[in-house]
T-cell receptor, first 115, second 117 residues
Framework: ETGVTQTPRHLVMGMTNKKSLKCEQHLGHNAMYWYKQSAKKPLELMFVYNFKEQTENNSVPSRFSPECPNSSHLFLHLHTLQPEDSALYLC??????????????FGAGTRLSVL | AQKITQTQPGMFVQEKEAVTLDCTYDTSDQSYGLFWYKQPSSGEMIFLIYQGSYDEQNATEGRYSLNFQKARKSANLVISASQLGDSAMYFCAMRALTQGGSEKLVFGKGTKLTVNP
């Protein structure tokens, strides 16, 4: 499935910049997720939104600020990032936030480099 | 806490042959779900196959099958008739609940599969 679109695909930013990552899903799902994939580390969940409400913040630093205006769109606002925040940021969506076969579908990710 | 272990950092297979990618898991839950995803160099995480802990049959999806051995806590992915396009990272994942009650996936470190012509 290619129903989850992320923009931009690549982003280079300085530590004082402010930028936003965008995720849009065309699958009619109600839950959306942000994951971080760093080199040599397993994917880590950052945030979960279910029916536009944030239901999970996995102890993410406040320099990452998520926003979910509706069930189809998810943003990740970035400010004052550190070089160690450089990673692939993946967005996913699923029918809901629970269930026996609740499959998460991912976008292609935004590869972020912080200089 | 749930944990996924993939012990093969890299695997090589000849085109048209079958290959098995290993995955073991640890959980104290009675009901759980296991997933396999493929990640090409482009970055997208592509869902391949799902196995529920109470499913009596091993899951199959086209050339993908999941060898589920509950007593051994293993959920190996078998790819039959490998194709050059199968070259990618493969991740095993398990469904888990966050402290807030939301669902998340716990991933292993992945196996890089290279298919040789």
């Amino acid at each position: 499935e290619t129903g989850v679109t992320q923009t931009p695909r690549h982003l280079v930013m300085g530590m004082t910049n402010k930028k936003s990552l965008k995720c849009e899903q065309h699958l009619g799902h109600n839950a959306m997720y942000w994951y971080k994939q760093s080199a040599k580390k397993p994917l880590e969940l950052m945030f979960v939104y279910n029916f536009k409400e944030q239901t999970e913040n996995n102890s993410v630093p406040s320099r990452f600020s998520p926003e979910c205006p509706n069930s189809s769109h998810l943003f990740l606002h970035l400010h004052t990032l550190q070089p160690e925040d450089s990673a692939l940021y993946l967005c996913a969506s699923s029918q809901d936030s629970g269930g026996s076969k609740n499959i998460q579908y991912f976008g292609a990710g935004t590869r972020l480099s912080v200089l | 806490a749930q944990k996924i272990t993939q012990t093969q950092p890299g695997m090589f297979v000849q085109e048209k042959e079958a290959v098995t990618l290993d995955c073991t898991y640890d959980t104290s839950d009675q009901s759980y779900g296991l997933f396999w995803y493929k990640q090409p160099s482009s970055g997208e995480m592509i869902f391949l196959i799902y196995q529920g802990s109470y499913d009596e049959q091993n899951a199959t999806e086209g050339r993908y099958s999941l060898n589920f051995q509950k007593a051994r806590k293993s959920a190996n992915l078998v790819i039959s008739a490998s194709q050059l396009g199968d070259s990618a990272m493969y991740f095993c994942a398990m469904r888990a609940l966050t402290q807030g009650g939301s669902e998340k996936l716990v991933f292993g470190k992945g196996t890089k599969l290279t298919v040789n012509p």
